[in-house]
């Protein structure tokens, strides 16, 4: 049974069922020991050739430490010069992280520059990665030179953290399960379901909590995950090779049931980090400024988070790879075909697009558009609504080169997953987005395929899970909140802190101009801040308004960080719907973050103090902090994250059975709240004047308004409401223009469905 509460429970110890394995050996006196225990042999690791291909070229740790060259010393001079310089001088955080961490980094940096000939070459990285982890900022980073940022170090298996009920008080104790397994292993025992209770000896509570120490996340919560994440999966882009080579699992095999057993792992290293398609990338986001779109300049992202993401579909999902590459291969007939099978839905009756949705989980289905197709004719005109004519015109429009449309995501890298799911309490919509890192231009075709995505879903209620969602494009995810609210969506304001070097990159770099007034009166009033400005304009934040009308829950944790906090602080700012969370908080990422090469354009080379970094190595800096808007106006995100309204533990079978327990609960949450519907035809006659059908279900008034101005209201019932309505002349010049219908619901007074017309 699924288990909540309103707040976040305090995570017990780990029980120690298996603190002995056996009984010592009775042996005569002065008779020599025996060897205490057997060493176990390591574990062999047979990879599938799709996964290897993946990965490329594979070394074990020891073999890569073995290449590893040393900077010298003018490479750490430079290095620790370029990291004063931003810290001091742009990272927009500084004094919120010294009054809630009691930390001085600023100092700390200039006493390794002090020390900089007595440290070893791990000992200078690990100095330089200490520093920026307690800032406990993970927009703010060392990336380490070649060649460790273009590697990463991984274990042939995924932890997950779930919660028993243990005692007579049924208190909640975490359990660790592995829940992915790449390849075969020589060991049988270790496969999904097993129970792992220590690591090289350490309980398995306590060797999280000694690695999540090591990790910046901005609170508990999430240093907790990241501690988790980074067992099995470390980018050494932002973290330095494990210290062991190998390490010793003891765990419970037959689903934690059996007697305890243990397993060494090898450490491996694969050559090349992986973009989304599957091949090789950079730091994630680094490479915008090459397409010239200003968004993309505008980002939010867990580097890390979205590092280890990938990495894991490599290694445990390879079949995902290869549909992103058939994706990437079709090119632009993509979501040319996806909007126009998205256009067949909207013409077609709810029922017969419903009966195309595929149930949550199900095996995707074969043949649909032949099968359609044979038992009906394609009638000469457009189908009758409903007929099977329409069901066939529907299922063939939903095939792209053998791809269902209706099952699949044209953008299977961030729509992990969707689906409707069936419960006795009604059908309900799930969509899961992994990533708002989107390739190139493509944020309005990412805001397209939601809705196509929704369209095909039942209409009475949503789950968006955003889980382990690292962020991305700040546009994508406060552009996708208007989809599923009638409300007017108010984008983020961010801040620069003041400093003269921020106010010299205001008065010359394009992207910050806007900001150069305030910096500049901050000189006189010694504001610590520059005034706040949007980064996503609040045009494209309304351009297409509501397209889902039912009840929504967002699922979030620990692991949503940055865009994806901003997006959930959105969501729960303009009171979309509820947030359930399976942690206390997100990951409190409220910033926009910028990479040292980004510094380095904002000034003339030979004026700035920002110089090239050797060997590869780089930094990545919070240059604007996000405020929360509407029910939490002015409310920092950094730090405090967003508290859901309910948080829930996950279970045993969330982890081994497609989160059941976790999506049954959302859909008892979304049974309780309220519906409502609101759609409209309309037909111009030749007087001018609009002849309007509008059906609604559980509004009690309809505003009408042409291009922005009201035109008409009426009282509706449940069911359809014909009326005329004449339109009042159009200021000069709107004639020529589109006409743009908006026709919004009320009940008691509040906005609450929203629909739009184009003329």
């Known amino acids: 049974m699924a288990r909540s509460s309103a707040k976040a429970a305090k995570k017990p110890s780990t029980q120690r069922r298996d603190r002995a394995r056996t009984r010592p050996e009775r042996r005569a006196p002065g008779a020599k020991a025996k060897s205490q225990r057997r060493v176990d042999p390591t574990v062999e690791v047979r990879l599938a050739d799709a996964v290897k291909a993946n990965l490329g070229d594979i070394k074990t740790l020891a073999t890569f430490l073995s290449s590893a060259r040393a900077l010298d010393r003018n490479d750490r001079l430079t290095i620790v010069e370029q990291a004063l310089v931003m810290i001091d001088q742009t990272y927009v955080h500084l004094p919120l992280k010294r009054a809630m961490h009691a930390i001085e980094p600023v100092q700390s940096l200039r006493l390794v520059k002090q020390r900089l000939d007595s440290y070893t070459e791990r000992a200078f990285h690990n100095a330089m990665i200490s520093i920026f982890v307690h800032l406990r900022d993970l927009h703010t980073n060392y990336i380490l030179p070649e060649p460790y940022r273009s590697r990463v170090a991984f274990l042939p298996f995924h932890i997950e953290e779930c919660f028993e009920p243990v005692g007579p008080q049924n208190a909640l104790v975490p359990r660790y399960i592995v829940t992915e397994v790449a390849g075969k292993l020589s060991d049988p025992n270790f496969k999904p379901g097993v129970v792992v209770t220590h690591w090289n000896g350490i309980p398995m509570e306590t060797a999280v909590q000694i690695n999540a120490e090591r990790e910046a996340g901005s609170n508990l919560d999430a240093r907790h995950l990241q501690g988790l994440q980074t067992m099995t999966n470390r980018w050494m882009g932002m973290s330095l090779p494990p210290d062991e080579e190998w390490v010793t699992v003891r765990y419970l095999p037959d689903v934690g049931n059996g007697s305890a057993r243990e397993a060494r792992f090898d450490w491996q290293v694969f050559e090349r980090p992986p973009a989304p398609g599957g091949g090789g990338g950079s730091v994630p986001g680094a490479d915008r400024l090459s397409a010239g779109a200003y968004h993309l300049l505008r980002i939010g992202i867990d580097a890390k988070a979205e590092m280890q993401r990938r990495v894991r579909k490599l290694l445990f999902a390879p079949q995902a790879v290869a549909a992103q590459k058939k994706m990437a291969d079709l090119g632009a007939s993509a979501p040319m075909a996806a909007q126009a099978f998205h ?43 409903g007929s099977t004519e329409e069901a066939s015109a529907l299922a063939t429009g939903a095939k792209l080169l053998g791809v269902d449309l209706t099952a699949n995501s044209i953008m299977p890298d961030v729509f992990k997953q969707f689906g409707k799911i069936t419960r006795p309490e009604g059908a309900f919509g799930y969509i899961r987005i992994v990533t708002f890192a989107i390739a190139g231009q493509e944020i309005e075709p990412f805001i397209r395929e939601f809705i196509r995505i929704a369209a095909l879903l039942p209409q009475e209620g949503l789950i968006v899970d955003v889980r382990g969602n690292g962020g991305g494009t700040i546009a994508a995810g406060e552009g996708l909140l208007q989809t599923m609210t009638p409300v007017t969506i108010e984008p983020e304001r961010f801040h620069l802190i003041n400093t003269p070097l921020t106010l010299q990159m205001c008065q010359q770099a394009a992207e910050l101009a806007l900001w150069k007034e305030s910096a500049e009166e901050s000189v006189e009033i010694g504001s610590t801040f520059t005034q706040g400005f949007p980064l996503t304009p609040p045009d494209f934040c309304n351009a297409i308004g509501q397209t889902y009308q039912g009840p929504v829950v967002l699922i979030v944790d620990a692991g949503c960080y940055s865009t994806t906090d901003m997006f959930a602080a959105g969501f729960q700012d303009h009171n979309i719907g509820r947030v359930l969370g399976t942690s206390g908080h997100t990951g409190a990422g409220g910033a926009n973050v910028w990479e040292h090469a980004d510094l380095e354009q904002t000034l003339p080379p030979a004026t700035s103090p920002f110089k090239p970094i050797p060997s590869g190595a780089s930094f990545r800096v919070a240059i604007r902090r996000s405020m929360r808007v509407g029910l939490h106006t002015g409310e920092p995100l950094e730090d405090l994250g967003v508290a859901p309204d309910e948080v829930y533990h996950m279970t045993r079978n969330d982890l081994l059975n497609h989160n059941g327990d976790l999506i049954a609960h959302a859909c008892g949450i979304l049974a309780g709240m309220p519906r409502q519907r609101l759609t409209a035809t309309c037909n111009k006659r030749g007087d001018g004047s609009l002849d309007m059908t509008v059906i609604t279900g559980n509004v009690q008034r309809v505003d009408v308004l042409l291009n922005g101005r009201p035109v008409h209201t009426l009282n509706t019932n449940d069911g359809s409401t014909h009326v005329t309505v004449a339109v009042p002349p159009q200021p000069a010049g709107a004639a020529s223009a589109a006409s743009l219908l908006e026709y919004r619901g009320f009940r008691g007074g509040q906005l609450v469905a929203s629909t739009r017309l184009q003329l």
Do not use: D, F, I
């Open 343 to 385: 256009n067949q839905v909207m013409a077609a009756t709810a029922t017969t697009a419903g009966a195309l949705a595929p149930e949550l989980g199900a095996e995707p289905r074969r043949g649909t558009a032949n099968a359609a197709a044979k038992a009906s004719p394609r009638s000469a005109g457009r189908p009758r609504p």
